[in-house]
């Protein structure tokens, strides 16, 4: 069945530790988002990708990095944990062409200790 | 910059009884609006959506209304039902591909059975 699928659902990482999270889609979507989201709060959208090669910063600033080098892969990457990076990360692909839906993955709940 | 207002930001309703959730967009470019619901520890789903070409759609006890003069729609949910309870966002997005997606805040849903 086609989806997205974000890993791990959740962790739980020391201050410091280098962390990344996971997630591919088998939509064959070229655009894929992150956003950051505390509970039931907005939604911030911190990195998206047209395509394969292509990455671009979101409208919160984030000490994330991600990737995009395969079309259904789109990691993000925390080089260094801090308690402030404690959130939930939800991942989201949509197709090509004007104006169409997002499909959302089921999240990752990151806790920084 | 771009900005989407949405309210109430926590809604309390009776069983059967109607809800509306009302946004606002600052950006007349805007011609996608996506309306978004997430349950309790879920991803967020589309529920709605329309298209700056057409002022009202409704799909069974959901309808949505645009006022592009106004930069204002809104969400109606008739004969509510216990399972209607959850956060709904609405959005507004810009040209292709859904990257100038804007999310409103958030309203929070409880329908009392």
């Known amino acids: 069945e086609a989806d997205i699928y974000q890993t791990p659902r959740y962790l739980v990482i020391g201050t410091g530790k280098k962390i990344t999270l996971e997630c591919s889609q088998t939509m064959g979507h070229d655009k894929m988002y992150w956003y950051q989201q505390d509970p039931g709060m907005e939604l911030h959208l911190i990195h998206y990708?047209?395509?394969?090669?292509?990455?671009e910063k979101g409208d919160l600033s984030s000490e994330s990095t991600v990737s995009r080098i395969r079309t259904e892969h789109f990691p993000l990457t925390l080089e260094s944990a801090r308690p402030s990076h404690t959130s939930q990360y939800l991942c989201a692909s949509s197709a090509d062409g004007r104006n169409t839906e997002a499909f959302f993955g089921q999240g990752t709940r990151l806790t920084v200790v | 910059g771009e900005n989407v207002e949405q309210h109430p930001s926590t809604l309390s309703v009776q069983e059967g009884d109607s809800a509306v959730i009302k946004c606002t967009y600052s950006?007349?470019?805007?011609?996608?609006f996506p309306w978004y619901k997430q349950e309790l520890g879920k991803r967020p789903q589309l529920i709605i959506d329309i298209r700056s070409n057409v002022g009202e759609k409704k799909d069974q006890r959901i309808a949505v209304t645009l006022n592009k003069t106004a930069k204002h729609f809104s969400l109606h949910i008739t004969e509510t039902q216990p399972e209607d309870s959850a956060v709904y966002f609405c959005a507004a997005s810009i040209g292709t591909g859904g990257f100038k997606t804007i999310f409103g805040a958030g309203t929070r849903l409880f329908v009392k059975a």
């Open positions: 990708s047209y395509g394969v090669n292509s990455t």
């Open positions: 950006d007349s470019a805007s011609n996608y």
